[in-house]
């Protein structure tokens, strides 16, 4: 995918890629990457890239110029007040229907590989709700994460009110949700928001390094047990629904990656939780 459009400019959507991990970047800067109807199809084809792409394996998901997102253009929605609106380009896409687009992008995938959001400046409103597509979410100390829109009468129709609460806690995402209230990096980290909190500019090397540490593991096992843990919150009918789920999932590894895992520890491999260190050059 190209990181320029047809007149030759910087796109909104620039990807990047080693020999196993993907690097998505929002680049509206002067929007502070705030999205529209491009950029929300931009990014859903990029993650779809990433999904279908054997060779890739985590993917790194950030904004450029020190923000993460600051939600929908809100500009494009103001349009609908303007003479001569068709409505072609700041439509919501529809009711969920699967997998289709919504308005920020690829907020109604549940991606099938493991993405790390390195969240820097704002990641608000919409904004937020794209950083929730990450398994793990990286923050950088100034960071701020808030359901900002609360004060425009905007709803989250990007998974925010089944992502937050699912990660947060019932009790948490409606202190954020009803409030509209801003949350700083040390608070995020303290409700599970945020997993790591690091200096000002270093999320994405941070992001970068967690990445380089799961491309290390047996895949098929990592993706089975994310799988599941994804079931058994979303999906399960019952506790023994996401039992019988992670167990069918799980033995199907077994041949294939576990048997030569425990032989690798019966020689003495990972012993006293003592592991082989990968360097970057023997991985990319």
């Keep these: 995918m190209s990181n320029h459009n047809e007149d030759g400019e910087p796109d909104a959507v620039q990807v990047s890629k080693g020999a196993a991990i993907t690097t998505i970047t929002i680049n509206r800067g002067s929007y502070k990457n705030a999205v529209d109807a491009r950029t929300a199809g931009k990014l859903t084809e990029a993650f779809l890239a990433f999904e279908n792409d054997p060779t890739q394996k985590v993917c790194v998901f950030h904004g450029a110029n020190g923000t993460f997102c600051a939600g929908f253009d809100l500009q494009e929605v103001a349009k609908k007040s303007q003479p001569g609106y068709t409505g072609s380009q700041t439509e919501h896409h529809g009711r969920v229907d699967g997998r289709n687009i919504g308005p920020m992008g690829p907020s109604r995938m549940q991606i099938r590989k493991p993405v790390i959001s390195a969240v820097s400046g704002y990641a608000v409103a919409g904004g937020l709700e794209l950083s929730l597509l990450g398994d793990i979410r990286v923050a950088e100390e100034d960071a701020v994460f808030g359901v900002f829109c609360r004060r425009f009468g905007v709803p989250l129709i990007d998974g925010g009110t089944v992502r937050l609460q699912a990660i947060v806690g019932l009790g948490r995402a409606l202190d954020m949700i009803l409030t509209g209230r801003a949350v700083g990096a040390q608070e995020a980290l303290m409700m599970g928001l945020a997993n790591r909190v690091v200096p000002k500019g270093k999320s994405v090397e941070e992001a970068m390094s967690i990445a380089e540490m799961l491309v290390q593991f047996p895949q098929d096992c990592m993706n089975t047990d994310r799988n599941s843990c994804y079931y058994a919150n979303y999906s399960a009918k019952s506790f023994e629904d996401a039992l019988s789920h992670e167990y069918d999932e799980g033995i199907k590894v077994v ?30």
Excluded: I, P
Aim: charged content about 45%.
């Design 255 to 284: 041949d294939s990656e576990m048997v030569a895992g425990v032989t690798r520890f019966s020689k003495g491999e990972g012993r006293h939780g003592q592991f082989k260190e990968v360097k970057r050059e023997e991985k990319l």
